[in-house]
């Protein structure tokens, strides 16, 4: 992936989870409603994607260990990127998309801001979405058969996805400015 090229996960990554932990050992709360920045929220995206890259390059079987944890990751890899769009717009966060794991609501009313995304994106969000707004692949208790694209594929697809997010909040004059 060039993200490296795009000095996003170094630096801004790094900074963001500075942040976070500072706050956490100053016993600030974690889930509060406070505004973040969207560079943030989508450094937290692709951190997620490179966790998610790293479990792809492996022989997958349908059920193998790594699985579950990969769909989880590549699930807060499309929620963040989403929200860092709608972060960007400064969307009314009284349509209750803040805290929300609801991947085609997130995806909609990122589309209804301007978002466009590539064609195969629809297709993997509607996949994904009822077991991650659903927590599937977080509790054990909740997990159900399901039917996905192949890791490699979805690590590809999402990369583009964010790209098109990165794009979309201008992340590259505010990354060289």
């Known amino acids: 992936m060039i993200w490296d090229r795009l000095q996003l996960d170094a630096a801004c990554a790094n900074s963001v989870r500075q942040q976070a932990g ?26 997620f994607l490179q966790a998610a890259e790293c479990l792809a390059n492996t022989d997958w079987t349908d059920n193998h260990p790594l699985v579950v944890p990969f769909y989880a990751l590549v699930g807060f890899a499309l929620e963040n990127g989403l929200k860092a769009a709608l972060e960007h717009r400064a969307v009314d966060r009284s349509l209750n998309w803040f805290h929300s794991h609801d991947l085609q609501k997130l995806r909609d009313l990122a589309r209804h801001e301007g978002l466009y995304l590539v064609p195969d ?57």
């Not at 406070?34 to 692709?46: F, H, K, L, N, Q």
């Not at 039917?147 to 060289?176: C, N, Q, W, Y």
């Open 121 to 177: 994106a629809d297709a993997l969000i509607d996949d994904l979405a009822i077991h991650h707004k659903e927590h599937h692949f977080r509790y054990p208790q909740k997990a159900r058969r399901a039917e996905l694209m192949k890791p490699p594929s979805v690590v590809t697809l999402i990369d583009a996805i964010l790209r098109m997010v990165f794009d979309f909040i201008d992340g590259h004059a505010r990354l060289d400015g």
């Open 22 to 47: 500072r706050a956490w050992a100053e016993g600030e709360a974690m889930n509060d409603d406070r505004p973040s920045d969207e560079i943030g929220t989508m450094a937290y995206a692709v951190s």
